[in-house]
């Protein structure tokens, strides 16, 4: 674990996807594709290290208003928007919503259907990211969002399977989110939402990565079309090409 983790001074959550066994017993190779959240803040020192993993591409699943607001910008390397949610019209951002009391009372099943809606209407958006990771010159790469929980974490939880990845490792590496994260931003954000008379614990789902809802998640991809694969190769628009290449390049 200590090696999957990229510890940076300007985000929390960079870390490999590669160590992991896959389809025929052979692992996902290491420093090829990385998670995130916002890249933003990176400093000169960090900028440093990222340059030392050679990137090729970094893919911002982020939307337009979040890009801009809090642009990514890495030298020599081409970051390109895959955005999910933009076509969705949103309201208050969601400390925003969490401070003022208007976030609706949660639970894993609320979240579970907000993965859902992600998954039902960004599905072109997650084939196209697993598209260009399989493209000559997609790799190395690093896809995220803003905490590396949520649209990261979906698009994880499907290249992983795709590699073969058995679920409850995907489920383990959704989860590490919380260690290097959620935690402690709850406790960084505690005393506001403390003081604006909010229950932290009553919004903890919404800042945390807990197992049961990417299992409920994937469970409706399942339940809805037969499974990952079939996910991919329907609604997302991925080609069973595309499916082999990534085998090839990420599997040892």
Known sequence: ??????????????R???GYVGLGGRAVRWRQVFRSD???????????????????????LRRTVECERQPTVIDGVRIERLCVGDDVEHGPELLDQILDGSLPAADDAF????????????????????????APDGLPALFHCTAGKDRTGLAAALLLTVLGVD???????????????????I?????????????VEAVRPFLSARRPVLRGALTWVDEAHGGVEAYLLG?????????GALRERLLE
């Open 235 to 243: 609604p997302a628009q991925v080609s069973l090409e595309t499916l």
């Open 167 to 185: 679920r409850e490792t995907i489920l383990d590496d959704y989860e590490l989110t919380n260690e290097y994260r959620s935690n402690r931003r």
């Open 187 to 199: 406790e960084e954000l505690r005393p506001m939402i403390e003081a604006a008379g909010v229950d």
């Open 111 to 134: 979240v579970v259907d907000l993965y859902v809606g992600m998954l039902r209407d960004a599905a072109q958006v997650f084939g196209d990211v697993l598209t260009r990771l399989a």
């Open 16 to 18: 490999d996807l590669g």
């Open 38 to 60: 916002a890249l933003h803040a990176l400093t000169p020192a960090d900028l440093d290290v990222v340059a030392g993993l050679g990137l090729r591409a970094v893919y911002d």
């Open 1 to 14: 674990m200590a090696d999957r983790l990229i510890p940076l001074e300007g985000t929390l959550n960079l």
